[in-house]
């Protein structure tokens, strides 16, 4: 099944992918001839910390490739400018209770950072807002207790 992806979140993973394969690889075997010219591989810590360093490259390049391969990305800024929430548009939030207004982009799992104010689409917040449009009030269900939130923009960026 396909997943959601920016079109800046594909080209993080791959740039990922491309360092991986590229200078870090070439790094940990370097790594690992070093340790081995050190002699005895059984008590030989950094052949072994290198070792475990390649596997775990290795895995995360395979699993890099396997979200790129299964990925549905999405350019937002293909997509005809409406007020209707969708993945991939930047909407600001007010709370009235607050009096403060936030703005999150929607993205893929993968690309969700809430210190960039980038939420899931699989977030609680992102899916009670998909569909809506401004000027629509919101409900979301959060550990804390329910928030309402009023969607006052929806940008595509």
């Known amino acids: 099944m396909p997943t959601p ?3 800046h979140g594909a080209e993080a993973l791959r740039e990922e992918v491309a360092y991986r394969k590229g200078s ?9 001839a070093e340790a081995r ?7 030989n810590a950094e052949y072994h910390a290198a070792r475990e360093q390649q596997g775990f490259n290795e895995g995360r390049i395979q699993e890099i490739e396997s979200r790129l391969a299964d990925a549905q990305i999405i350019d937002i800024t293909t997509i005809p400018e409406s007020d209707k929430v969708i993945f991939g548009v ?5 709370d009235a209770a607050a009096d403060d207004s936030i703005s ?4 893929g799992e993968d690309e969700a950072d809430l ?7 699989m977030s609680p917040i992102a899916r009670a807002l998909i ?5 629509d009030v919101v409900i979301v269900v959060t550990p804390g207790g329910e928030k309402e939130y009023e969607v006052s ?3 595509h960026k």
Do not use: C, F, P, W
């Open 104 to 107: 999150y982009q929607i993205v």
């Open 90 to 94: 930047t909407v600001t939030l007010y």
């Open 131 to 135: 569909g809506k449009s401004v000027d």
């Open 115 to 121: 210190k960039q104010g980038k939420i899931s689409v």
């Open 5 to 7: 992806m920016t079109l």
């Open 37 to 43: 010219a050190h002699g005895d591989l059984k008590e």
């Open 24 to 32: 870090l690889r070439q790094e940990i075997t370097q790594a690992i």
């Open 153 to 155: 923009n929806v940008e």
